[in-house]
């Protein structure tokens, strides 16, 4: 342990190590304090481990529809403890390789709770770290409503749901976000009788309106049950299962099931880090930070999860690298743009999406012109009998402005990057629509989506 740090991170998720590799790259002294496994939620609790669970379920869907392509499977089953098992091997690499990282970045991990004192000094067991900057990256946890507290494996957040090595027959996930409908999709595909229960008028709240029907229609069409519009009142736990009482336009209904998996949201881990005593101010459980990422202690700062951005593993990182590179004089100050952010849903079809759906540009009084393409007409998505989804452009109808990218289908969550890139370079319809794309890829359909919103549209 260095006498005095420059920079001590506390929490080893993709924010925290992220920003210590780069505080570390620019020579600060740099100390990350963790109190469970380094990669986080991200690595140990989220990203990792759900989209390993994920491809296994995709794997077993895809063979057992493989007939069209001239598969024949035969006697297909699954091992859902081996597949459990799998994805806590892909969490465990990622720990060892974010350890590794650390060392080869001559960072000290610090094992243990960190929390601030009276004095703005960052405490671990009765140990002051001496560090001139504190950068706090503790991240969420799990969000819960009343009478739905974890209680496996009848009731179940995705932190417990990761570690059940048993499937139910059937499930009410409460909650259709992205966390809700990625397990609805990994139940379903495995067989299992699936309601998802949404609050709001739409799985996937906020996302584009066409996007959003697509994904429910295609649901659906896979028995998955959808109750949106529809609110959670209260819980009965049965020898066999549990009844959920909903209420949709006032009449309340029960729903049955063996298990309910709870998806209602994350909550910024604020509750123990001293930041009262240490005059840290929060805002609706959000620390509240300036442009330099900066807390009311202006020696600590504070990112990912924690504070008012989008609860993405991506943004923590971005934070974390623009936070360390700020007080290093290497950028100006600035917070990200959330237009700019993509957004990912890993069922399938996938969903990705970045910038202003079509309602939102619209009521900002936007000269629209949205361009949209159908999977189906896609060499690529007919080749791999993957024609489920669009793709949509929302832009601009006089500079051709990328406002918005939004799409359901094969490899989504790939191709938005090509959206991201043109608007982050400040690209057009334009340049998009008279970029050559290889072919046959699905990555053409967003070419094909620019040359639909200006009206030179060739496939479609
Ligand atoms: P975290 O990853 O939460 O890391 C915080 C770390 O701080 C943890 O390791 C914790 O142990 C540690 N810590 C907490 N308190 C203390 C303390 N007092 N002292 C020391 N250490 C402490 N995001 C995506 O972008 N893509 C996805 O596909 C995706 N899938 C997800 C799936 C699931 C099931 C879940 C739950 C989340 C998913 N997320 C996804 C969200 C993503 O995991 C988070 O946005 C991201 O992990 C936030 O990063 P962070 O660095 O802010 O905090």
């Known amino acids: 342990m260095a006498d005095r740090y420059d920079l001590v991170v506390v929490g080893g998720g993709p924010g925290g190590y992220t920003a210590a590799i780069r505080a570390a790259q620019l020579g600060m002294q740099t100390a990350v304090v963790e109190r469970d496994r380094l990669g986080g939620v991200c690595g140990n609790w989220g990203c990792i481990p759900s989209k390993a669970i994920i491809r296994s379920a995709d794997v077993y869907d895809r063979a057992k529809r493989g007939e069209k392509l001239g598969i024949v499977a035969g006697s297909l089953s699954f091992d859902y403890a081996k597949i459990v098992a799998h994805s806590r091997g892909a969490a465990d690499r990622v720990a060892r390789g974010v350890k590794s990282l650390m060392k080869k970045n001559a960072i000290t991990v610090i094992a243990g709770e960190g929390r601030l004192n009276a004095r703005g000094q960052l405490v671990v067991g009765t140990d002051v770290v001496d560090a001139e900057r504190i950068l706090l990256a503790t991240g969420s946890g799990e969000r819960v409503l009343p009478g739905l507290e974890p209680a496996p494996p009848q009731v179940v957040t995705s932190r417990e749901l990761l570690e059940e090595t048993t499937l139910p027959g059937s499930v009410v996930i409460v909650g259709g976000g992205a966390i809700g409908?990625?397990?609805?999709?990994?139940?379903?595909?495995?067989g299992v009788k699936v309601t998802i229960v949404e609050l709001e008028a739409q799985l996937l709240p906020g996302t584009d309106e066409t996007i959003a029907k697509e994904l429910e229609r295609v649901f659906s069409r896979r028995g998955i049950e959808i109750r949106t519009k529809t609110g959670y009142r209260s819980i009965d736990k049965?020898?066999?299962?549990?009844?959920?009482?909903?209420?949709?336009?006032?009449?309340?209904?029960?729903?049955?099931?063996?298990?309910?998996v709870v998806a209602v949201g994350r909550r910024a881990r604020v509750e123990e880090l001293g930041l009262t005593g240490a005059g840290v101010s929060t805002e609706r459980g959000l620390i509240t930070i300036n442009d330099r990422f900066e807390t009311s202690v202006p020696h600590v700062l504070a990112i990912g999860d924690l504070v008012d951005s989008p609860q993405l593993a991506h943004v923590a990182a971005a934070e974390g690298i623009a936070a360390v590179e700020i007080v290093a004089g290497?950028?100006?100050?600035?917070?990200?743009?959330?237009?700019?952010?993509?957004g990912c849903v890993y069922c399938h079809p996938e969903v990705a999406t970045i910038g202003l759906s079509e309602a939102a540009a619209r009521e900002r009084g936007y000269d629209v012109k949205v361009g949209t393409f159908p999977y189906r007409a896609l060499g690529r998505a007919v080749a791999s009998d993957e024609m489920e989804g669009v793709v949509k452009l929302v832009t601009e109808a006089r500079y051709g402005e990328i406002l918005g990218c939004h799409v359901i289908g094969g490899s989504a969550t790939d191709i938005i990057a090509e959206a991201a890139m043109t608007m982050g370079l400040e690209g057009t319809v334009w340049d998009l629509g008279g970029t050559v794309h290889a072919h046959p890829t699905f990555a053409e359909g967003v070419m094909e989506a620019a040359l639909a919103a200006t009206g030179e549209g060739v496939n479609a």
Do not use: M, N
């Not at 409908?181 to 495995?190: A, K, M, Q």
């Open 181 to 190: 409908v990625e397990f609805g999709y990994v139940f379903s595909s495995l």
């Open 238 to 260: 049965t020898s066999d299962g549990v009844v959920l009482h909903v209420e949709k336009d006032g009449q309340v209904e029960e729903i049955r099931a063996e298990r309910c």
């Open 330 to 342: 290497r950028r100006p100050p600035g917070r990200l743009d959330p237009l700019r952010i993509p």
